[in-house]
């Protein structure tokens, strides 16, 4: 594969990475709205899995339901913390979510793998950022 292909098939990564140095670039945003979307990053999951039709069996289904739990959880654990610390609860939580993404790219199912791979980077990108700005 030619460099010019492969930079052209990452097209996610260089959205994610675009769009993870706009959110951060002028400053860390509110430990409260970061903690948010640790709750609708496995919503867009559950909707994404439900038009693709993969929520039909049980088990995913209950997989994709058990993560909106756990980091809705996360998230109401790090709003009931002072602003520095929790803001390093949801870098771990968004650094958790980087590797549910990365699961779901490698598996293929629930999500579009394009998705996937934009999630994850930016999870992971956006984690580091909120790690080195708390």
């Known amino acids: ?14 959205l ?3 769009l993870a140095l706009a ?13 948010a979307l640790l ?10 899995g439900a038009v693709r039709g993969d929520l039909g069996e049980r088990r995913t289904l209950a997989v994709q339901t058990a993560g909106l739990v756990a980091f809705g959880a ?4 790090a709003l009931l913390l002072d602003g520095g610390n929790a803001l390093y ?3 771990v939580g ?16 629930v999500v579009p793998r394009a998705w996937s791979e934009w999630c994850g ?3 992971a990108s956006g984690a580091v950022a909120i790690f080195l700005m708390a």
């Open 89 to 91: 609860v949801v870098a």
């Open 74 to 77: 996360w998230a109401a654990t």
């Open 23 to 35: 959110t951060f670039a002028d400053g860390l945003p509110p430990a409260s709205f970061l903690a």
């Open 94 to 109: 968004w650094f958790g979510h980087a590797l549910w993404d990365f699961a779901h790219h490698r598996g293929g199912r």
């Open 1 to 14: 594969m030619t460099t010019i292909r492969f930079l052209a098939h990452r097209w996610p990564t260089w």
């Open 121 to 123: 980077v930016v999870d």
């Open 39 to 48: 709750v609708v990053m496995p919503l867009c999951y559950l909707a994404f």
């Open 16 to 18: 994610a990475l675009a």
